[in-house]
């Protein structure tokens, strides 16, 4: 018994440590785009002592026009007092913290759907080494990541109010989850699907207990999994026909794969693109499927999971959010497709250990070379752009935070202003329209309210719109940042997409060029 406790304990390190390892720094600085936003925000309630932009309630939440969800950035703020630690370090803490967080949460959280101890192990670096979470974990400051470390804690005690053994006494359990239910919405926007979670677990509730009440559970078993099939095949074909918030995405994913307008490519699709966000263990999810209709009977653990997917087909051509929440439900299947293997092989121990092995190997792999690919495919060495922020855009920032104090600045590149005014006390025009700027008269701001109905079916991000925007956001702008790859256009030199500029190309002949580098020029355009 002390052998087996010895080795679950070295299992967990060991998941601790692959975790670690993939999340050790590749690039020589931090990662991603709106990472430097939130950072610039910390650094503007860090200068101020105080969030001095959330006067309404719903700004926590991000609701309120000009905001975003606050939870993380207090969180972060907090991290940076209370340690000393310098604002742009935080990227790593942040990523690595919450990577640790998420795993073992994710660990605690399969142990709902399985009481094998290797199947809540790989099902943990599956969810660990799954290209999409992963990417978003790399030394960035990312709220949907933030989210996503929270969310297994979440389902795991909606779980375990249907526990028989830990829901007899629920006043803790429902005071945890009320906490949680208040704090997520907070880290990230995605939270504010909630809703549609809950709604699985009330229903999944009454099928359970119609499985649990029947004369033939097993039988019973199967036709829940038979009937949530059906809805989800619905749910996909109301989408498919465009009943459903966020259907342009599927154009965006035809780009990449199949185009011909059918349900057909729809499907093969988005089977690819999620093969991708998962990894190749996607196919123990299916197995844990077939292990489903393999026993009949199953816990209510399973029936909650596919529930909550079949919902998401509704909406599952959004390409923003809703990957991240069906790749978390579809890694719940992990365990179970695990578990089938281990039934099917127990009496064959060596070929359970090669398999499992195996596919720890090919786990690891794909995410490395995953990672490598997301990496690499996003250097554009012709526009100067790499994934991570480069030397230049980290010396004109602290150049301009030397020489101005909260100027606006505009690029010909809409991915370099970010970067660099993170790293200065100046602004983006394109985050200045942003509360936090500092430069919006709140009390000013008219405002025309929406119905939650239009919140949720149009996917708009706040609750009101904000009707005087452009009176309010007609700044002078001094300083121009023009990225020397693409200095005759303007556009975004992340995805090669731009337009000859006349207004950029004669720049040079009329402006003082005050600052520049290898990739980057500065200049004073006052009157320009």
Do not use: C
Not at 41 to 48: P, V
Not at 90 to 98: M, N, V
Not at 252 to 280: A, E, H, K, M, R
Not at 416 to 424: D, I, K
């Amino acid at each position: 018994m002390k052998d087996s406790n010895l080795s679950k304990k070295v299992g967990l390190i060991l998941l601790g440590l692959l975790t670690l390892i993939f999340r050790f720094p590749v690039t020589e600085s931090p990662t991603g785009s709106d990472n430097f936003y939130y950072i610039s925000a910390l650094k503007s309630i860090l200068n101020h002592g105080e969030i001095f932009w959330a006067e309404n309630l719903l700004s926590f939440y991000g609701l309120f026009p000009g905001t975003t969800p606050l939870g993380s950035l207090i969180l972060g703020t907090t991290i940076i007092e209370v340690t000393g630690l310098p604002v742009h370090n935080y990227h790593l803490i942040h990523s690595i913290s919450l990577s640790l967080i998420s795993t073992f949460g994710f660990f605690l959280l399969s142990g709902e759907l399985t009481t094998n101890y290797k199947s809540r192990w790989f099902s943990s670096l599956a969810f660990s080494l799954a290209p999409r979470f992963l990417t978003f974990s790399m030394w960035r400051f990312s709220l949907r990541f933030s989210l996503i470390a929270l969310l297994p804690f979440f389902v795991w005690l909606l779980l375990r109010l249907v526990n028989k053994k830990y829901g007899r006494n629920p006043k803790k359990l429902l005071l945890l989850l009320i906490i949680f239910t208040l704090i997520l919405p907070s880290m990230h926007r995605m939270a504010l699907l909630l809703p549609g979670i809950l709604l699985s677990f009330f229903i999944s509730i009454f099928l359970w207990q119609w499985q649990e009440n029947a004369l033939n559970r097993e039988r019973a078993g199967r036709q829940i999994f038979t009937l949530i099939l059906f809805l989800g095949s619905y749910l996909f074909y109301l989408q498919y026909l465009d009943f459903s918030p966020y259907s342009p995405g599927d154009e965006l994913i035809g780009v990449y794969y199949l185009n011909d307008g059918t349900i057909l490519s729809s499907i093969v699709n988005l089977v690819f693109y999620y093969l991708i966000n998962v990894g190749p263990i996607m196919f123990l999810s299916l197995i844990g499927l077939v292990f489903w209709i393999q026993e009949g009977r199953v816990p209510f653990s399973y029936i909650f999971s596919f529930l909550t997917l079949a919902l998401g087909l509704f909406v599952v051509s959004d390409l923003i959010y809703i990957p991240y929440l069906l790749t978390f439900f579809i890694l719940l299947f992990v365990a179970p497709g695990f578990d089938f293997f281990i039934d099917n092989l127990q009496d064959y121990r060596t070929r359970l250990s090669t398999f499992f092995t195996l596919l720890i190997l090919l786990t690891i792999s794909f995410s490395n070379l995953d990672l490598s690919y997301r990496i690499d495919a996003h250097e554009r060495e012709d526009f100067y752009y790499t994934y991570n922020v480069s030397e230049s855009s980290i010396s004109t920032g602290l150049w301009i935070n030397d020489n101005f104090h909260s100027e606006i600045v505009e690029s010909n590149d809409q991915k370099q202003p970010r970067r660099v005014t993170a790293y200065a006390n100046s602004i983006n025009l394109a985050d200045s329209a942003e509360l936090s700027s500092d430069q919006i008269v709140l009390s000013d701001m008219e405002l025309k309210r929406y119905s939650i109905l239009d919140l949720y079916w149009y996917g708009e991000d706040h609750l009101w719109e904000w009707e005087n925007r452009s009176n309010q956001t007609d700044f002078d702008v001094n300083l121009s940042l023009v990225n020397l790859g693409m200095a005759n256009s303007a556009g975004k030199s992340s995805t090669s997409s731009m337009t000859v500029s006349s207004y950029y190309k004669s720049m040079p002949d009329y402006n003082f060029k005050m600052y520049y580098s290898k990739d980057l020029a500065l200049y004073w355009t006052n009157n320009y």
